[in-house]
């Protein structure tokens, strides 16, 4: 049972959000990528929180804004007791780097075609770490040998030298070198052959206990959501529906959004379209709906829905569900 005085803030995200413009000065349209999201997750041990949805739900804009990659408009984000975004975000990027480290979705596209890949590594061990000579080649081979890589096999080579497997799984090694408190993984296994992703998602949970680092893990598979993961929350149009243990969720969904979710997965090779914000008018006005804004899609809606955004019911298994009719 965990001890409530050696508890540690993971993540959390209080008031937070992101606004983007689109379009020119006719046809300005303001989207709320992030909508009032407020996340708490607390733990005395590293856990797996993934984030689900469909593309535009919010899980990407969230990850860059934890990553420090894009400014939230309003509202703060703490990971492991730390303010990593908004008000009072004051740590140096090198602080932050060794707290924090990416996964992306395309290894190709997070190397560079005319650079070594372990010349990324050095360069992380020795600007995060400050490590020096032997012990950053020492910190390179044993990040390496985590993922099931040898420095040997590395060493010189180019990202079109490897596999899109090998490389993502040197790209989890990048990340591993600082030794982070979390690494915020943005569907890092869509670009994979399907044969091979499983590898990646059990290699997550060995790393999980053998550095002893937390995963903020954005997909949309839902199979492996529910074999990885510890917390799930579930995204639709920027705002959180639904939040708690993933095994609950997954097997007794409360909202209507993730009901739907769930009954997408009989056809094993669904996959849904990724993309920006390229969608019709009837969907970008959920952005801005002031009530609930999956009330058009959803078979519960009343006119209490459009009047008034649900707020989160805490239910018995202490799951948040942001529905009026839970």
């Not at 409530?4 to 995200?13: D, E, F, G, P």
């Not at 990528?33 to 733990?43: G, R």
């Not at 408190?181 to 052959?193: G, L, N, T, W």
Request: glycine share 6%.
């Amino acid at each position: 049972m965990s001890n409530a005085n050696t508890m540690t803030t993971v993540l959390k995200t209080e008031g937070l959000n992101k606004v983007y413009t689109l379009g020119g000065i006719v046809t300005r349209t303001r989207i709320n990528a992030l909508d009032d999201v407020n996340l708490d997750i607390k733990s005395d041990r590293p856990v797996i929180i993934s984030l689900v949805g469909e593309s535009g739900s919010g899980k990407t804009t969230l990850a860059k804004v934890i990553l420090r990659l894009v400014e939230p408009t309003s509202g703060s984000a703490v990971v492991y007791d730390r303010v990593v975004a908004g008000a009072g975000a004051k740590q140096s990027k090198s602080e932050f780097l060794a707290a924090v480290q990416p996964i992306f979705q395309n290894p190709f596209e997070a190397f560079s075609a005319y650079r070594t890949v372990d010349a990324y590594l050095r360069t992380t061990a020795m600007r995060v770490q400050n490590l020096q000579g032997d012990a950053t080649t020492e910190a390179m081979a044993q990040a390496l040998t985590s993922v099931g890589l040898k420095y040997e096999d590395v060493r010189g080579k180019y990202p079109n030298q490897f596999s899109g497997g090998e490389l993502q799984r040197v790209s989890i090694a990048r990340a591993l070198i600082p030794r982070p408190k979390i690494i915020v993984a943005d569907e890092p296994v869509s670009m994979i052959d399907a044969s091979l992703r499983m590898n990646i998602v059990n290699l997550f949970l060995s790393l999980k206990e053998q550095y002893n680092t937390s995963f903020l893990y954005m997909t949309h598979d839902l199979a492996t959501a529910y074999y990885i993961s510890d917390y799930l929350a579930v995204m639709y149009r920027g705002a959180i529906v639904e939040f708690g243990s993933a095994r609950e969720i997954l097997t007794s969904p409360k909202h209507p959004y993730t009901q739907l979710l769930l009954d997408s997965i009989p056809h094993t090779n669904h996959k849904w379209t990724r993309g920006t914000f390229t969608m019709s008018d009837i969907e970008t006005k959920e952005y801005r709906f002031g009530g609930c804004k999956f009330r058009n899609r959803c078979p519960l809606a009343q006119e209490v829905c459009t009047r008034e955004r649900p707020q989160a019911m805490r239910k018995d298994d202490g799951r948040e569900v942001y529905c009026h009719f839970a």
